[in-house]
């Protein structure tokens, strides 16, 4: 079943998790949580989110970030995916 769909809203928190394909982990060393926080702030700062809390599993991360100016948690979590996997993947 599909997820409902994200309403996006300016000046709104969002808790955003996400976790591996079958519970796999998503980090495989400390350099891989650092590079995740790296990007994760570039994030943030691009599209100027307030980040309130996070938390990093082995198999999952939580982070609740507020948008401040506009609708665009779609946007930034495409851009942290992607670069996420180029870092972490190697590719």
């Given amino acids: 079943m599909a997820r409902p769909l994200r309403i996006e809203l300016a000046g709104r ?30 994030v943030c700062s691009r599209f100027n989110w307030v980040c309130h809390a996070w938390c990093q599993m082995t198999n999952h991360y939580h982070v609740v970030v507020e948008t401040v100016e506009h609708e665009n ?9 992607s670069l996420i996997w180029m870092v972490i993947k190697g590719e």
Wanted: glycine share 10%; hydrophobic share 35%; proline share 0%.
């Fill in 13 to 42: 928190l969002y808790h955003i998790t996400s976790r591996g394909d079958r519970r796999e982990n998503i980090y495989y060393s400390e350099a891989d949580r650092l590079a995740w926080l790296d990007i994760f702030g570039q």
């Fill in 73 to 81: 948690v779609g946007s930034g979590l495409a851009i942290q995916h």
